[in-house]
T-cell receptor
Framework: IAGITQAPTSQILAAGRRMTLRCTQD?????MYWYRQDLGLGLRLIHY???????GKGEVPDGYSVSRANTDDFPLTLASAVPSQTSVYFC????????????FGPGTRLTVL | GQNIDQPTEMTATEGAIVQINCTYQ??????LFWYQQHAGEAPTFLSY????GLEEKGRFSSFLSRSKGYSYLLLKELQMKDSASYLC??????????FGKGTSLLVTP
């Protein structure tokens, strides 16, 4: 059982380029989330999806978009990367949104130059 | 909105007991989580409290007082591998977790 996988593990990206971070879970969880983690700021929610076909904005959604075409996959796209998007990105999933335990993927370390 | 506070850093000795506090102010409350995160790794679930009182799970215990907006994580018989960040997170009636900035715990010999 893989749980949650993320790809790539790390990436260096030129500013202005488009980038999609991939996230796949095999636990049949309904809810999925994208967080970014920055030193001194903790984990902040970017976007979430309560169930396949629906998405919502979190605390820091600007510059990011997501889609949820099926239960397993929840890609995060940076349409035109900027240096302030340099961060570690974590995908998470839970059986349902709200009070269910969230399980995190291994993270993607993104550097935008 | 949510405001979650926890100490930035703590140091404790191997074999000792340490208590990591978390205070929160929320517009609603549907539970409090503690996660552990080792450097360079993903957060992993430790505990969940939704009712007042103490939840014990091996060397780790978590306490909640909803009226005081207060929780603590108690780690007993500290081991070197317990050196990590400990994240307090609160869920309101909505969809996601709101995390504190985390407490970095260093366990020394």
């Amino acid at each position: 059982i893989a749980g949650i996988t993320q790809a790539p593990t790390s990436q260096i990206l030129a500013a202005g380029r488009r980038m999609t971070l991939r996230c796949t879970q095999d636990m049949r969880h309904n809810a999925m989330y994208w967080y970014r983690q920055d030193l001194g700021l903790g984990l902040r929610l970017i976007h979430y999806s309560n169930t396949a076909g629906t998405t919502g904005k979190g605390e820091v959604p600007d510059g990011y978009s997501v889609s949820r075409a099926n239960t397993d996959d929840f890609p995060l796209t940076l349409a035109s990367a900027v240096p302030s998007q340099t961060s570690v990105y974590f995908c998470a999933s839970s059986d349902s949104s709200g009070a269910d335990t969230q399980y995190f993927g291994p993270g993607t370390r993104l550097t935008v130059l | 909105g949510q405001n979650i506070d926890q100490p930035t850093e703590m140091t404790a000795t191997e074999g000792a007991i340490v208590q990591i506090n978390c205070t929160y102010q929320t517009s609603g409350f549907n539970g409090l989580f503690w996660y552990q995160q080792h450097a360079g790794e993903a957060p992993t679930f430790l505990s969940y409290n939704v009712l007042d009182g103490l939840e014990e799970k091996g060397r780790f215990s978590s306490f909640l007082s909803r009226s005081k907006g207060y929780s603590y994580l108690l780690l007993k018989e500290l081991q070197m591998k317990d050196s990590a960040s400990y994240l307090c997170a609160v869920t309101d009636s909505g969809y996601a977790l709101n995390f504190g900035k985390g407490t970095s715990l260093l366990v020394t010999p």
